[in-house]
C-alpha cells in the first residue's frame, strides 16, 4: 500500500522562476493539503483541496496556487519565486470524514538561488 | 486562530533517561492534538493523537501523552528513551471535526540522545 508520494526530491530555482511540485496521495485518501518547512521551523499550512476544489487556505499569497486532479493527485504550484520561498514542501493526504489524521510524504526541497 | 508552542528547543538526554516535552496550544474550541516525529532523513510520522475520550494517549515506540484541558497542554513522554528516538518532534493542533482539517504545528524540539 503506497504511501504518500512527492516529486521531484530537490529543486533548484531562480528568483522570479516558476515550480510545479506534485503529489499522490495514500491509496484511499482523498483529501490532500500542503505545507511549507522553513528551516528550523514546523510546517506551515499553505491550502487544502479536496474533490477538486480549494477547501481550506492559509495565510500565503496568491502566488501560492494548487490543483487537484480527478485521481486525487495534486500540484502545488509557485510564481515569481522569491529568495525566501526557499523550503521542505510537504504534502499529506487524509480521507474526508474519517476521523483519522494526515499522513505526509518526504516533501520536496526547493532551493531558490 | 490556532497556535502552538513548544518550548523546549533543543533536549539533549543520555539513553535510558526519562523525557518529558512541553507543548502548549491556544484555540478557543474543541482540538484535536497530534505528535509528529521526523526521523533524519525521513517524513514526519505520527506518534499518537488524542480525539476525545481518555486523556492519557499511547502511541508507537512507548510514547504517550497527557491533554490536560485547563492548562491546554498536550506534553509527550517517554519513561526510558533510546538512541534511536534521536529526531525531530512536532506537536500539532487542528480545530475538532473529523481529524483532517489544517494542522497548526509548534516550531518542534530537536531531541538528542547520547549513546
Known amino acids: 500500500d503506497a504511501g504518500v508520494t512527492q516529486s521531484p526530491t530537490h529543486l533548484i530555482k531562480t528568483r522570479g522562476q516558476q515550480v510545479t511540485l506534485r503529489c499522490s496521495p495514500k491509496s484511499g485518501h482523498d483529501t490532500v493539503s500542503w505545507y511549507q518547512q522553513a528551516l528550523g521551523q514546523g510546517p506551515q499550512f499553505i491550502f487544502q483541496y479536496y474533490e477538486e476544489e480549494e477547501r481550506q487556505r492559509g495565510n500565503f499569497p496568491d502566488r501560492f496556487s494548487g490543483h487537484q486532479f480527478p485521481n486525487y493527485s495534486s500540484e502545488l504550484n509557485v510564481n515569481a519565486l522569491l529568495l525566501g520561498d526557499s523550503a521542505l514542501y510537504l504534502c499529506a493526504s487524509s480521507q474526508t470524514g474519517s476521523n483519522q489524521p494526515q499522513h505526509f510524504g518526504d516533501g520536496t526541497r526547493l532551493s531558490i538561488l | 486562530a490556532q497556535s502552538v508552542s513548544q518550548h523546549n528547543h533543543h533536549v539533549i538526554l543520555s539513553e535510558a533517561a526519562s523525557l518529558e516535552l512541553g507543548c502548549n496550544y491556544s484555540y478557543g474550541g474543541t482540538v484535536n492534538l497530534f505528535w509528529y516525529v521526523q526521523y533524519p532523513g525521513q517524513h514526519l510520522q505520527l506518534l499518537l493523537k488524542?480525539?476525545?475520550?481518555?486523556?492519557l494517549v499511547k502511541g508507537i515506540k512507548g510514547f504517550e501523552a497527557e491533554f490536560i484541558k485547563s492548562k491546554f497542554s498536550f506534553n509527550l513522554r517517554k519513561p526510558s528513551v533510546q538512541w534511536s528516538d534521536t529526531a525531530e518532534y512536532f506537536c500539532?493542533?487542528?480545530?475538532?471535526?473529523?481529524?483532517?482539517?489544517?494542522?497548526?504545528f509548534g516550531t518542534g524540539t530537536r531531541l538528542t540522545i547520547i549513546p
Open positions: 500539532a493542533v487542528n480545530a475538532y471535526n473529523f481529524g483532517n482539517e489544517k494542522l497548526t
Open positions: 488524542y480525539f476525545s475520550g481518555d486523556p
